[in-house]
């Protein structure tokens, strides 16, 4: 079992920044791949980016390429996302998740997910 926790979210300006965390506990967390996805109401839950296991590789969704960086610090069970100059429509709960898989968007690929952390952009 792996654990994930959330923090960071709340209330940003748009084209403010904001840093989320998402801190892991239970099993070896470098064995994972993980992922940031997010679900605004009433829309289903998209894929936002993904680092692999060593964090040498990662994937960006199109829509948020350019003003979003994921990291990952293995050594603290811990991985990152920044996000600048954020946009009203991208008011989500964001979640965090981790694949045994290693490298995948895909939402079913995912084995493990926190609970989620409400952003919300003011215009």
């Known amino acids: 079992q792996v654990q994930l926790v959330e923090s960071g979210g709340g209330l940003v300006q748009a084209g403010g920044s904001l840093r989320l965390s998402c801190a892991a506990s239970g099993r070896t967390f470098s064995s994972y791949g993980m992922g940031w996805f997010r679900q605004a109401p009433g829309k289903e839950r998209e894929f936002v980016v993904m680092i692999s296991k060593t964090g040498g590789a990662v994937y960006y969704a199109d829509s948020v390429k350019g003003r979003s960086t994921i990291s990952r610090d293995n050594a603290k069970n811990a991985e990152y996302l920044q996000r600048n100059s954020p946009k009203h429509e991208n008011a989500a709960v964001y979640y965090c998740?981790?694949?045994?898989?290693?490298?995948?968007?895909?939402?079913?690929?995912?084995?493990?997910w926190g609970q989620g952390t409400q952003v919300t952009v003011s215009s």
């Open positions: 998740a981790a694949s045994g898989r290693g490298s995948t968007k895909r939402t079913e690929e995912y084995d493990y």
